[in-house]
């Protein structure tokens, strides 16, 4: 399950408990003001994990260059 998938599913949650407990809608509104910024924040964390992963998938393979340089040199 991805994070953003998690993120909503947390929403769905979060909505489903309002129901039950039923908030002030000042409160509410509060809440789902940083329930939209906390997906904002996972929205750029999840690019970044995907970023960081082709960063090191790079370096793995750079390295794997240099090593084949060091045997043939050696």
Known sequence: MS???????SAGSAV????????????VSELERRVGELETVVERL??????SRRLNLRAAELLDIVQ???VARA
Do not use: C, F, G
């Open 68 to 70: 084949s340089e060091i």
């Open 3 to 9: 994070i953003m998938s998690r993120v909503r599913h």
């Open 16 to 27: 489903r408990a309002y129901d039950q407990v039923r908030l002030a809608p000042d409160r």
């Open 46 to 51: 999840d690019r970044d994990l995907d970023e």
